[in-house]
């Protein structure tokens, strides 16, 4: 993922207005973040539990979405698959985030929904090197593998909120 500033993260954001894209908190320890070990910046809003943030590289530029987790996501700890890293060694809550589509399909209430690791660790999910499963197994080949297949599912939600076809 490309270094985004401050600015253009904010910039970014297409399902909310640009008086709450400049209202919304930025991640904290963005000064610290590896931009190269990102296929998304993602983060939770301190303020709001339920409320989360997600960029998104793509190829029309960086895509920001306002996420907003369910109740039952929050309560429940029930064990889910994250559709985004797909890691099925979590150790972590994944919890269905839904977004307000961003135009006028927003503004008339349509909203999509994933099911996505609860504090967005998804990057580091996907560069955990795998168990071998067998001999010869090239884990260093699965975790490409993951990275590419986190980085396509995340810019297919973000086309999904968008409205554009992948």
């Known amino acids: 993922m490309e270094i985004l500033s401050p600015q253009q993260i904010r910039e970014s954001f297409v399902n909310c207005s640009r008086s709450e894209a400049e209202e919304l908190p930025l991640p904290p320890g963005l000064h610290e973040v590896d931009w190269a070990r990102r296929e998304y910046l993602g983060w939770r809003d301190p303020r709001l539990p339920q409320r989360g943030y997600v960029v998104i590289p793509t190829d029309d530029g960086p895509v920001g979405i306002v996420l907003r987790a369910s109740e039952a996501s929050m309560r429940s700890h029930a064990p889910s698959m994250c559709g985004w890293c797909q890691d099925v060694h979590l150790t972590n809550d994944v919890w269905f985030w839904s977004a307000r589509r961003a135009g006028a399909a927003g503004r008339n209430g349509d ?52 409205g554009a076809r992948i």
Do not use: K, M
């Open 111 to 162: 909203t999509v929904g994933t099911l996505v690791c609860g504090a967005f660790e998804c990057s580091a999910n996907v560069r955990r090197t795998p168990p071998p499963s067998y001999v010869g197994f090239d884990a260093d080949l699965v975790v490409e593998e993951r990275i590419a297949g986190l980085a396509q599912r995340a810019r297919r939600f973000a086309a999904t909120v968008v």
